[in-house]
């Protein structure tokens, strides 16, 4: 048993990307989260995603954490998600969640066809793991070794052409994406559950 002066390393952060007003199914789902003893929360509102994304990346660096988990404010998961997401071991892996604009339909998770580009994944079964190239971090754990060998800013909006003149239209991506590219560009495997 430790001495009182041994305190093991913080499990998950856990990273709430919000715009301040939440619906009652949301937060009603947050409220039955499952979650270890060791976890701290840090809601993050008022900036733009990819700096908000950031801001949690760093601070799950700076406090030790051993995992960071992005949960954004349209994403309900049921009560076990950590539990669920952790049990897998993987370095990247995201809840299964669908798009909030059209189509609506499609879960956030793609394949990069060369020359085609990125199509999202349809052909799976629930319940299985889905190897992906792009995946949605608005439920997604990321272990501390992906933070610490990425090079920061981890997630860059890449969306605007004003803001990235010169980036063709297969380059341009939301910051999620972007992460999901860095990654893979560093061998790491993304995995949706």
Not at 49 to 57: I, L, P, Q, S, T
Not at 63 to 77: A, G, K, R, S, W
Not at 92 to 112: A, H, L
Not at 123 to 133: I, N, Q, S, T, Y
Request: net charge negative.
């Amino acid at each position: 048993m430790p001495g009182a002066w041994e305190h093991p390393r913080p499990n998950t952060l856990i990273v709430t990307l919000t715009r301040e007003l939440v619906t009652t199914a949301w937060a009603m789902s947050f409220k039955e989260l499952l979650y270890p003893s060791n976890t701290h929360f840090i809601p993050l509102y008022g900036m733009p995603f990819d700096h908000a994304r950031n801001v949690g990346c760093q601070r799950a660096l700076d406090t030790q954490h051993e995992y960071l988990f992005f949960l954004d404010d349209d994403v309900l998961c049921p009560p076990d998600i950590l539990y669920r997401l952790q049990a897998r071991n993987l370095d990247i892996v995201s809840g299964i969640y669908c798009r909030r604009n059209e189509p609506t339909s499609m879960p956030v998770m793609m394949r990069e066809i060369p020359g085609k580009g990125a199509q999202f994944i349809t052909e799976f079964k629930m319940g299985e793991l889905v190897e992906a190239d792009l995946i949605g971090c608005g439920c997604m754990l990321i272990k501390r070794k992906v933070l610490e060998v990425m090079d920061p800013p981890w997630f860059v909006w890449k969306c605007d052409p004003w803001r990235n003149p010169g980036l063709t239209d297969n380059e341009r991506c939301s910051e999620d994406y972007d992460f999901c590219r860095k990654a893979k560009a560093l061998g790491f495997k993304l995995f949706v559950d």
